[in-house]
């Protein structure tokens, strides 16, 4: 079973830029397809960003397109999610995970989370 932990969440003004990490152990992840996902406090976990295993083949939810960015580094066991231009309606916990289907299916085993929160 492969562990999952994030990082590079923090309290930043809208229209900032954050990039978070994803870091593996336990088992590669060079031949997975990866997720990031969000949660805020009172809503549902929800769908924020894919990218394949080889990192060639990505998809992003509407209101992310054109500010995030997913990216991989399979030599480093690692996902990354670059978020610019970010917005208060972005603070959520965020989450990555295993793709258990292309894009948005990811397993039961979640980590910790990074908190991003946004500021008006």
């Known amino acids: 079973q492969v562990q999952l932990v994030e990082s590079g969440g923090g309290l930043v003004q809208g229209g900032a830029s954050l990039r978070l990490s994803c870091t593996a152990s336990g088992r590669t992840i060079s031949t997975e397809n990866m997720g990031w996902f969000r949660q805020a406090p009172g809503k549902e976990r929800e769908f924020v960003a894919a990218?394949?295993?080889?990192?060639?083949?990505?998809d992003y939810r509407d209101s992310v397109k054109g500010r995030f960015t997913i990216s991989r580094d399979n030599a480093k066991n690692a996902v990354y999610l670059q978020m610019n231009s970010l917005k208060p309606e972005d603070t959520a916990v965020y989450y990555c995970?295993?793709?258990?289907?292309?894009?948005?299916?990811?397993?039961?085993?979640w980590g910790q989370g990074t908190q991003v929160t946004v500021s008006s």
């Open positions: 990218v394949n295993w080889s990192g060639q083949g990505t």
């Open positions: 995970n295993v793709l258990m289907a292309w894009p948005s299916r990811p397993t039961d085993y």
